[in-house]
């Protein structure tokens, strides 16, 4: 099992920016990826970002140049730093890891992953 707790979301003015945290525990070795992914509400839950074990990442094409992945296993933490946010780009936010080998393609779907957090929530107002 792993436990993912998001933190870092709050409300920002359009072209301004956020960092987002995902605290990581539990049986870590046995994830294979993580990413980041975002529901607004009516809408389906979708992939923005995506980081393997190597530090190879994929990005939403919606987010390319904005949107940065990344992550630190000596903290156990996984970031999303957003730039130049968009009204559009509102949403709630949820880490999640995977303990399978996917697709590239796959990388950014929902299926693919196991475990998720709760969601932390950005608000971008124009």
């Known amino acids: 099992q792993v436990q993912l707790v998001e933190s870092g979301g709050g409300s920002v003015q359009a072209g301004g920016s956020l960092r987002l945290s995902c605290a990581f525990s539990g049986n870590t070795r046995s994830r294979l990826g993580m990413g980041w992914f975002r529901q607004a509400p009516g809408k389906e839950r979708e992939g923005v970002a995506a980081?393997?074990?190597?530090?190879?990442?994929n990005y939403a094409d919606s987010v390319k140049g904005r949107f940065t992945i990344s992550q630190d296993n000596a903290k156990n933490t996984l970031y999303l730093l957003m730039n130049s946010l968009k009204p559009e780009d509102t949403a709630m936010y949820y880490c999640t890891a995977r303990e399978r080998a996917v697709a590239v393609g796959l990388l950014l779907a929902r299926q693919s992953y196991d475990y998720w957090g709760r969601g932390t929530q950005v608000t971008v107002s124009s």
């Open positions: 980081i393997g074990l190597s530090g190879s990442t």
